[in-house]
Each structure stands twice: as C-alpha cells, then as structure tokens.
C-alpha cells in the first residue's frame, strides 16, 4: 500500500467515523428491507434458506446505493476533487482508497445486519458457514468497486442520485446472482458453492482491474 | 488578441498562451486569447461576471483543456504535466469541513510526495492562521476558510500560483495581510494571477492588468506595484 492511498482512506475513515454518514443511512435501510421482506413472506424452516440468499443481496445492494451515491459528494461539495486532480499523485489510488472505505462501510453494516437477520428470519445454516466469509466480501467488493467507478462517472450528471442505480445493477447482475447463490447454498447445504465463488474472484478481478486503468479518464474528464 | 509584456523572453517564459478559446457547448467562454506570463510577476485579471476570467484560470491550471489552441508552462510543459508546480485556490475553499485546517492540510501535503512542502502549521502561521485551533473547518468563518484555503495552496511551494477571487468575504485588514504575503511569495520569481472584482485592493502587487469582457483580451495594460 503506497503513502498517498493510506492517506486517502485514512481522511475518509477519520470523516465518516466524525459524521457516519455513510454506515447509518446504510444500517437503517437495510434493516427496513430485512424487516419488511420478512413481514412479507414470512419465512421460516426450509424456505427462509432458501430466500435469505436473495434478500441479504438485495438489502445490502439497495443500501449501499445510498452510501455509494454519496461516496464522491464531499470532494464534490467544495470543489475538492479539484485539488485532488491537481496533486501529482496516481488517480487510481484515489479510487481504490475510496473502494475500500465503501468495502468497510457495507462490511460494518452486514456485521451488524448479520444477528437481526438470523434472528428474523430463525436461520439454521446447513452448509458451511465459515463460507459466508468468503461469499460476502466477494460479493461486496463487486458492489462497491462498481458503485464506486459509477458514481464517479456520473458525479457531473444532475440525476446522479437516479442514474447510479440504472448504471450499476446491470452490470452487478452476474455477481449478484453468483452471490445469491453460493449463500443460498451455503444456508442449504444442498449443493456445492465453489463454482459461484470462482465466478465471484473473476468478476472481481476483471471489474477492478478495468475499473482502476480507466478512473484516471473519469478523474480527468471535464 | 495578442497580450505580451514588451520586455517578454522565452528565458523568462512561465506561461504562453496562444490563441486559446474555450467552448462550453455553443457558448464561447474564451475567444482567441493569446497571453504572455512572465517568471516574478503578478498579473490581476479583471473584467465583469462571465468574462471568461476563471475559465483562463483554470486552463492555465490544467483543469481545463483549450478547445482551440495551445497553452504551454515553464518552458513548453502541459499544465496537466507540470501541475505539481501550480498552486490553484478557487472561489469554493476545496478543502473538507468535517476536518480540521491541520489535518486538511496534512492531507494535501502528503499527496505532493518528493516536493518540500511547507509545514501545515508554518503555512496556516503564515496566512494568520492559529495552527492549534482544534476546530473542524465547517465551523470557520468564510474569510478563515479562505485563508486555510490559501494556506493549503501554498503548501507546496507552487511555482505558478494561480487565485481565483482570494479577497472575497475577507475583511479589509485580511485583504492587506494577504496582498503583503502574496507580495513575499512573488519576491521568490514564482508568477501570480489573480482575478478579482476588487481592483484596488491588489493594485499593490499588480504588476500587469490584464480585462477580460466576453471572453477576449480587452486591455492588457501595466501596474504600478508599490511592494
């Protein structure tokens, strides 16, 4: 890790840790979402297993647009990025330092979502579970380097707030579905997850390659 | 419309601009402006809202690429190249309010890797700051901010300070103060522009005047610096 990518995730830490902007907006979204899924289907047994997948993916997606539609505000807010443009210091730190403040924002809240969603929807997990700690940081390191780069494109639009989401869930289709599916077979145990996982590196390591060669055009661009 | 200083040399080049016009859309902001800066002086750019003054700025800066023409600095660098050497402060502070000016302006200095960068606390000493003010930036006045803004620009030892309406908000007592640290900084043969709609409050380190209207030179007259 070089200096200038430390100093970068440090000052984004130092802010959100000051306003938690970010984790509450994020927390409390999700935790709506986990509630009213299970007020709507009511899940117990077999079929909480077999949909708890899904609706951890989905709480987690819908929740992190609204901390990923404000991951570029603050540089934006002042005109920072300007200065940041202006430093002789590689864009793409910039970018990855941004990509793993978000990854620790979901983090902390599927942390803390974790217990509520047990409890809610009386999860016994089949498979093995360590697993999930695979699962969920692949899962959502694709989220945030996607939401990330995509909200930097579309940070000089007036419908940011609305293009983000338009943008990012397409492309996020592959890993979401490879994520619902190596959960949904972890809680099951029905079947072996490996093959979603491999799906999950891949998808991670071509999006963020692709994702830190081209940010140094979207920091740029007027 | 060609304006260069009658003694400009190449040697003595900090910047060159040549028929340099910026099109936003349809809308011409700059229209062929060609403009010698020279190394050691200050020029104060001036004319109405909408002049095109921040536009010329922020092409010099490298923020901005020219539609047409060429823009060259410290002796035929891109300014996107050569943008560790230029200093930009803009109207907004750039600058974080949830931090405070120190550890705003420790940030910035730890992006300039291999430069000498003024100490954060010499360079909010310098611009009359208190650098022990443990206070985040989102509880300064406007006129603080301004200075920390000012500060954090001259962290880097820039050579080419490039201020877009530094007067704004400050009261005519921080105005005096920051004329006379600009007058230091340009005492090093590092070149300053201003903009400013406050013409007289930068007439003691004007040494050129250049009016912009509707996107051209208009005039391109000299000063009469007193510091």
């Given amino acids: 890790m070089t200096s200038a990518l430390w100093t970068h995730l440090v000052k984004d830490l130092r802010i959100e840790w000051r306003s938690k902007e970010a984790i509450n907006s994020m927390l409390f979204f999700a935790l709506l979402v986990v509630v009213l899924f299970s007020l709507a289907f009511d899940p117990k047994g077999a079929f909480a297993r077999e949909i708890a997948g899904g609706v951890l993916s989905v709480a987690t997606m819908f929740a992190s647009v609204s901390a990923l539609n404000q991951a570029w505000a603050r540089e934006i807010r002042h005109q920072v990025m300007d200065a940041q443009r202006m430093a002789p210091t590689p864009g793409a730190e910039l970018f990855l330092a941004k990509v793993l403040a978000n990854f620790l924002f979901v983090s902390v809240v599927q942390i803390l979502l974790a217990p509520v969603f047990l409890v809610m929807y009386n999860l016994h997990i089949e498979g093995q579970a360590w697993l999930l700690a695979v699962v969920l940081p692949l899962g959502t390191w694709a989220l945030v380097v996607n939401g990330t780069f995509f909200a930097a494109l579309s940070i000089r639009s007036r419908n940011r707030e609305l293009l983000l989401p338009l943008i990012l869930f397409p492309i996020f289709i592959p890993a979401l579905l490879a994520m619902v599916q190596a959960t949904t077979a972890i809680l099951t145990g029905e079947s072996d997850p490996s093959l979603w996982i491999k799906m999950l590196v891949g998808y991670d390591i071509i999006f963020t390659t692709v994702s830190l060669l081209l940010f140094d055009v979207v920091l740029h661009a007027e | ?227």
């Avoid at chain 2, 000493?125 to 901010?145: C, F, H, K, N």
């Avoid at chain 2, 400050?170 to 005492?187: I, K």
């Fill in chain 2, 1 to 227: 419309m060609t304006a260069q200083a009658p003694e400009a040399a190449s040697s003595t080049l900090c910047a060159r601009l040549d028929t340099v016009s910026k099109l936003f859309g349809s809308f011409a902001a700059l229209r062929q402006v060609s403009v010698d800066l020279e190394l050691g002086r200050c020029y104060v750019l001036i004319g109405e809202n909408g002049a095109g003054k921040s536009t010329l700025l922020r092409i010099l800066a490298g923020l901005l690429r020219p539609s047409h023409g060429t823009v060259k600095v410290f002796g035929g660098q891109d300014p996107h190249e050569a943008r560790a050497r230029i200093g930009y402060m803009s109207h907004a502070p750039m600058l974080y309010d949830e931090l405070t000016a120190q550890e705003n302006l420790r940030y910035f200095a730890s992006l300039y890797p291999g430069r000498a960068c003024l100490s954060p606390a010499e360079a909010l000493r310098q611009v009359g700051l208190d650098p022990e003010l443990d206070r985040t930036l989102g509880q300064y006045s406007q006129g603080m901010r301004q200075r920390t803004s000012l500060a954090r620009v001259l962290l880097p030892a820039p050579e080419l300070l490039l201020l877009d309406e530094p007067f704004s908000n400050m009261d005519v007592e921080s105005v005096r103060q920051m004329v006379e640290l600009l007058a230091g900084f340009r005492q090093g043969n590092r070149t300053i522009v201003i903009t400013t709609h406050q013409r007289d409050s930068a007439a003691p380190i004007a040494d050129w005047v250049l009016a912009l209207h509707a996107g051209r030179v208009k005039s391109f007259e000299p000063g009469s610096p007193t510091l």
